[in-house]
């Protein structure tokens, strides 16, 4: 099982960036799967996740108006499109696959290797 996060890197503050994550070992069509993040120094912070039918979805206040997630069941892929990013954004983002959407860490099941975000002012 694994999750392969893709998307990260340098952006100007006011840019966008879009984060994709591919699953594979298995079907996670009836997972739950989302986004987290982790600044240095700082704990694990969730972002935002989506329910296995795409119809719910969940995000953190500091990402509410400025980031989307999105699913693509058949392909086994999430993705978080990020607009406006800001310098507090600069983390590095997991994808994460779990059996609801919950805001602590420890309740997701998978999680991908990261991708760095940074966010410049």
């Known amino acids: 099982v694994q999750l392969q996060a893709s998307g990260g890197g340098l952006v100007q503050a006011g840019g966008s960036l879009r984060l994709s994550c591919a699953a594979s070992?298995?079907?996670?069509?009836?997972?739950?799967m989302g986004w987290f993040r982790q600044a240095p120094g700082k704990e694990r912070q969730f972002v935002a996740a989506?329910?296995?039918?795409?119809?719910?979805?969940s995000y953190a206040d500091s990402a509410k108006g400025r980031f989307a997630i999105y699913r693509d069941i058949a392909k086994n892929t999430v993705s978080l499109q990020m607009n406006s990013l800001k310098p507090e954004d600069t983390a590095v983002y997991y994808c994460?696959?779990?059996?609801?959407?919950?805001?602590?860490?420890?309740?997701?099941?998978?999680w991908g290797q990261g991708t760095q975000v940074t966010v410049s002012s």
């Open positions: 070992g298995r079907t996670f069509s009836r997972y739950a």
């Open positions: 989506i329910r296995w039918s795409g119809t719910v979805t």
């Open positions: 994460v696959a779990g059996t609801s959407i919950e805001l602590s860490p420890s309740s997701w099941n998978y």
